[in-house]
């Protein structure tokens, strides 16, 4: 039986006439009477909108015999084959991409919750932080601080040739008063706008200015605007401790109180080791 004839029962079991079987492919009445009469075939594309049509398999369209068109019949096996494939990838690279975004979201939103919790440490009052720097030699630095009610004193150690060598600075200030103070007990009064300590180490700032960028408030946002790359981000949240690992560095917080334990950085071969106390400096003695 011809694939016209197939044609003709079907459209008749319908109970349709040419001119609705043509409306509903959406295709003109003397194409359907062409193909009834086998007088030319349709093209791949309306022998899969037939076989929608009428739900009936394209080899039961075509009565498994090879039409007078072969070339039709093999584009057809070709492009159902093709079409498989391609909704084959499409799902795949659709799932891909959700996860991707998943991903994305899940990351940016841990991160917002982390960096809203650090901030708070940029208005504290009362605080005594000891930070302390190791690279491939062993101690490098250590930077120590005692801050309550505006008044703050601070001790940077610097260790060079395994310790042997140290050089340290202290630092004292109060709203009015700047005091550096090196190894030999020199000491140099400066103003603030010689110093530049007004802005920056205003409360919880001297501490919260050490903190790597990753976890400062605003550089979120801004690096989400800027296309931050979230693939080279990992965020390990365990019981404990919150692990934020990027290509430069490696950040452990206290996972109660989103303190930094010690940070690890990637390219330089230095971790830094952070111990903070809140509230319990009683009182800072400018020297």
């Known amino acids: 039986m011809s694939f016209g004839n197939n044609l003709v029962n079907l459209r008749k079991q319908k109970g349709w006439s040419q001119d609705e079987l043509a409306d509903n492919l959406n295709l003109s009445r003397q194409a359907i009477s062409k193909w009834e009469n086998d007088l030319s075939m349709p093209d791949v594309d309306n022998v899969k909108k037939i076989s929608r049509v009428f739900s009936v398999g394209i080899d039961e369209l075509l009565n ?24 084959l990838v499409k799902t ?10 998943i991903n994305v979201i899940y990351k940016f939103a841990s991160l917002l919750v982390i960096v809203n919790g650090v901030s ?23 930077e120590e601080c005692w801050y309550k009610d505006g008044v703050s004193r601070t001790e940077n150690t610097i260790y060079v040739d ?43 700032e001297q501490f919260y200015s050490n903190l790597p960028s990753i ?38 917080l206290n996972r109660e109180n989103l303190l930094p334990e010690f940070i690890y950085n990637n390219k330089e071969s230095r971790m830094v080791t952070v111990d903070m106390e809140i509230g319990s400096v009683e009182s800072v003695q400018i020297k």
Do not use: W
Request: charged share 20%.
């Open 64 to 87: 498994n015999e090879v039409p007078k068109d072969k070339a039709v019949a093999l584009d057809i096996k070709k492009q159902d084959k093709k079409d498989k494939i391609m909704n």
């Open 92 to 101: 795949i690279i659709l799932a891909l991409v959700i996860i991707y975004l």
């Open 120 to 142: 708070a440490y940029q208005n504290l009052n009362n605080y005594h932080y000891t930070i302390t720097t190791y690279d491939e030699n062993g101690l490098a630095e250590k």
């Open 162 to 204: 395994n310790g042997s060598n140290i050089n340290s600075i202290y630092v004292n200030y109060n709203d009015e008063y700047v005091c550096a103070i090196d190894n030999d007990n020199n000491s140099m009064e400066l103003s603030f706008e010689e110093y530049n300590l007004m802005n920056n180490y205003a409360h919880g």
């Open 215 to 252: 976890i400062k408030k605003g550089n979120i946002g801004v690096n989400l605007v800027a296309c931050l790359d979230f693939d080279n981000i990992n965020l390990n949240i365990s019981e404990t401790n919150i692990v934020i690992e990027t290509n430069e560095r490696n950040i452990v």
